[in-house]
């Protein structure tokens, strides 16, 4: 296990953009003082406009490890203040204030090696709720930890699956369909459901570590049937992104 990384304010100079999906934009910044991240943690942007007047929002950030580059994947809220300026406006060579990392509680580690038997790890996302889940994914197919992993993803259509190559490259990945399925996709598309939620992820008795991750009417509901379904409470990590 790593040590603990002190959050802090840092600044970052942004030298990548690109579309993720149609809302949504994928962002590298580098931050020469970075300490590095766990998988799942989350950083807290605050932008400044000219008349002083400022902004701050949460971001789950994507990659892990010890480097300087930070990748985030932002989806644009329509009317929101923060998400669209990230998405339409920031460019390559900008700098931005980050203070983090942040959330010690929602991170996922490799096992120990005394650890024999680890739980296998079932990551639950809603929207772009996936981005600490994908960050996860990533750091445990790079450590080449054997533990169990399956990602249980809801997503209104599949042009707006976040990670697409790398998800189509990971094993143990499901979808829901929120709004429209691929053609010839077994299930109607349509909201989840605890039936759904049942059938898709990993059931009691395998003993899953489980991380959801997603708008909070989301996280909530998918919790309560968490918890209905028979997984403990204690096996359960919930990060939730705002919205009602
Ligand atoms: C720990 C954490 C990690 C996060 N990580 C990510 C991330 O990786 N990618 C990402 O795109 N967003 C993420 N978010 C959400 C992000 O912080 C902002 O809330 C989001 O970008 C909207 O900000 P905004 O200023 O554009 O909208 P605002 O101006 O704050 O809000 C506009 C309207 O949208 C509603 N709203 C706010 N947030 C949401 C939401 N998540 N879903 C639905 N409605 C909402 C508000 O209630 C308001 O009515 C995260 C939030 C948290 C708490």
């Given at each position: 296990m790593k040590g603990r990384r002190p959050a802090a304010w840092h600044t970052g100079t942004v030298v990548a953009v690109a579309p993720e999906t149609p809302s949504a934009r994928r962002i590298t910044v580098d931050v020469p003082t970075w300490p590095g991240n766990d998988a799942g943690s989350h950083l807290d942007i605050r932008l400044t406009a000219p008349d002083g007047y400022q902004a701050q929002r949460s971001y789950s950030i994507a990659s892990a490890g010890e480097g300087t580059r930070v990748v985030l994947a932002v989806d644009e809220l329509?009317?929101?203040?923060v998400s669209p300026f990230l998405v339409?406006?920031?460019?390559?060579?900008d700098t931005i204030e980050l203070h983090g990392p942040?959330?010690?509680?929602?991170v996922w580690q490799p096992p120990e090696s005394s650890d024999l038997m680890p739980a296998p790890v079932q990551l639950i996302a809603g929207g772009s709720g996936v981005v600490p889940l994908f960050a996860m994914l990533s750091a445990h197919e790079a450590a080449g930890d054997p533990t169990e992993f399956r990602l249980l993803y809801s997503v209104?259509?599949?042009?707006?699956?976040?990670f697409r190559p790398e998800l189509d490259a990971a094993m143990g990945v499901d979808y829901i369909y929120t709004r429209e399925a691929p053609k010839g996709w077994p299930t109607a598309a349509g909201r989840i459901s605890r039936a759904a939620l049942e059938a898709a992820i990993l059931p009691p008795d395998r003993a899953p570590r489980i991380y959801v991750c997603g708008p909070t009417p989301f996280v909530e509901a998918v919790a309560d049937w968490l918890v209905d379904l028979?997984?403990?409470?204690?096996?359960i990590r919930t990060e939730r992104f705002g919205g009602s």
């Open positions: 329509p009317d929101g203040e339409h406006e920031l460019a390559v060579g942040l959330g010690a509680f929602f209104r259509t599949p042009a707006d699956v976040f028979g997984h403990p409470t204690t096996s």
